[in-house]
């Protein structure tokens, strides 16, 4: 037993820790967002204190579900941002900039995002007019009658921004550059993967979309090392969804 142990300890001692972490964090990261997105969660969390109202209109909302919405994207910017950067920043000691976080603008930055909206929201549109899309979203439910296009709603599409920052980080920065140094340019590809299969409960062109999008938009940040264009693009796509999805249901005013 102890000689296995010598073995593996030796194979793993070969490979590159930072893409040895990367794959394993990503294993573990996208398990705890996947069950512990869930209200119920804060609601147990919660329960004796002095904030169990809080938890409990995220498990048991009746107004709307924007606290259960808040907590996911809690959970989600913690797993997908916060634990992350902290290791790679205090543990690593990489800068942040290093991983996507590069404060800059590229040559034909802002040519090539005004050509991506061009061909995303046609496409965005021609989907929003399924069943599936239109059962989706948008996320944010309102069940008392209260107009959709309102605080709430603005509120919900802010945070919503802070999840689409985290998931950027993650996918684009993290994962990407972390794996690039051993896996170069097929670091985009192995990203994509667990990128795409988080979209497995979303319509199945959105699924197909996200391999894709996940191809164009990892290797935009492996050329510049930066997440910002991806960023840009996955919100103005998911805020679009969102008004098309309450145009088309007649809830947008």
Known sequence: ????????????????????????????????????????????????????????????????????????????????????????????????????LALKIETGFWKLLALCITIMVPLVYLMSLTGSFSAKYPFLKVYNGDPYFSSTLLVWELVYFFQFFGLEFFFRGFLVHSLKPSLGMYSILAMTVPYTMIHFQKPMAETFAAVCAGVFLGWISYKNGSIWLGLILHCAVAFSMDILALHHKGLLF
């Open 1 to 100: 037993m102890l000689e296995i142990a010598r073995q593996i300890r030796g194979d793993i001692a070969q490979l590159d820790r930072r893409a040895v972490f990367a794959f394993l964090y990503a294993a573990v990261g996208l398990t705890c967002i996947t069950y512990l997105k869930n209200p119920d969660y804060l609601y147990a969390i919660l329960r004796n204190t002095r904030f169990a109202d809080i938890g409990d209109k995220a498990a048991h909302p009746v107004d709307n579900n924007l606290y259960g919405l808040v907590w996911w994207v809690f959970v989600s910017v913690s797993f997908y941002f916060v634990v992350p950067a902290i290791f790679v920043r205090f543990v690593q000691k990489r800068k942040l900039t290093e991983i996507g």
